[in-house]
């Protein structure tokens, strides 16, 4: 099992940035890939972007395309989320997730909360 913990959520206005990170602990060997979702109040979950943990390639959902960047730190055992230009409609709970294949994703943190105001 894979221990996720976000961080660096928080209250920003409009046209600031975000770093949100995700650190993971357990069995991190299994990783073949990492993303992360959001939530919005009253909306199902939204994929925003994933990272092949050992090849590093990037995939991202078109609604933040261009305004947000995953990466990672292998040696920290940890994946980032980059996010710039921040609306209000980026409000949401965010959270990562890690995948042993292209299909699934197993493991899921808590999540930390990022309010964008007007």
């Known amino acids: 099992q894979v221990q996720l913990v976000e961080s660096g959520g928080g209250l920003v206005q409009a046209g600031d940035s975000l770093r949100l990170s995700c650190a993971a602990s357990g069995r991190t060997f299994s990783f073949y890939r990492m993303g992360w979702f959001r939530r919005a109040p009253g909306q199902g979950r939204e994929f925003l972007a994933f990272?092949?943990?050992?090849?590093?390639?990037?995939y991202y959902a078109d609604s933040v395309k261009g305004r947000f960047t995953i990466f990672r730190d292998n040696a920290k055992n940890t994946v980032y989320l980059q996010m710039n230009s921040l609306k209000p409609e980026d409000t949401a709970l965010y959270y990562c997730?890690?995948?042993?294949?292209?299909?699934?994703?197993?493991?899921w943190g808590q999540g930390t909360q990022v309010t964008v105001s007007s």
């Open positions: 997730a890690s995948g042993q294949s292209l299909s699934t994703w197993q493991d």
């Open positions: 990272i092949i943990w050992r090849g590093g390639q990037t």
